[in-house]
């Protein structure tokens, strides 16, 4: 078993902890504006959910509070599509769609880490992100088939959210370093 450089692993988790964040906090702008009080409370519960993930991530890198509300725009390592505005509940539903496939095909892949923490913490991850993808996938359909204009709405989010995936499956050297030490599945 080869063992991951300190430096590997903080980024690693920064990363992770970084997308948690910054989803949840564009989420939790849902509260209270939902279409529906349903909508509104299940929007509520995800952005909770990334939440507690982000915390635990970046409590495992090092001062949580400090990473989470105390560095510079610049020093985040989430990826673009996390950040999107919401846009129409439409947007949002296509951007949660797309990042929590992605981030659940990740977290499966995570349960096999060398890293304990890691280990745990996707165990425990793929449960509420399967949720996540699930609600998504469900919005997306309805809204698909529902009116001429929320097919368009959600089409058209989709087509926004789409051009920050390829991000998502970009390989660096942090996630080369990060495979090679077993913290990360292989890219």
Not at 82 to 109: C, K, S
Request: charged share 25%; glycine share 8%; net charge negative.
């Amino acid at each position: 078993m080869a063992t991951v450089a300190v430096d590997t692993r903080t980024d690693y988790l920064l990363r992770l902890g970084d997308d948690a964040l910054v989803l949840g906090q564009r989420l939790s702008e849902w509260c209270g504006h939902g279409p529906v009080l349903e909508v509104d409370i299940s929007l509520a519960n995800l952005a909770l959910d990334l939440v507690g993930q982000a915390t635990l991530l970046l409590e495992e890198a090092g001062d949580g509070d400090k990473l989470a509300f105390h560095r510079d725009v610049l020093d985040f390592r989430n990826c673009l599509l996390v950040e999107q505005p919401n846009g129409d509940f439409a947007r949002t539903i296509a951007r949660h769609l797309l990042y929590t496939t992605w981030q659940h095909m990740l977290l499966q892949r995570l349960t096999g880490s060398t890293d304990q923490f890691l280990r745990e913490f996707a165990a425990k991850a793929v449960k509420e992100v399967a949720y996540h993808r699930e609600l998504a996938a469900e919005w997306t359909i309805r809204l698909g088939d529902g009116t001429e204009e929320s097919a368009r709405r959600m089409a058209e989010g989709l087509d926004w959210c789409f051009r920050f995936t390829p991000e998502l499956f970009e390989v660096d050297n942090v996630a080369v370093l990060a495979a090679k030490g077993g913290l990360a599945p292989a890219p």
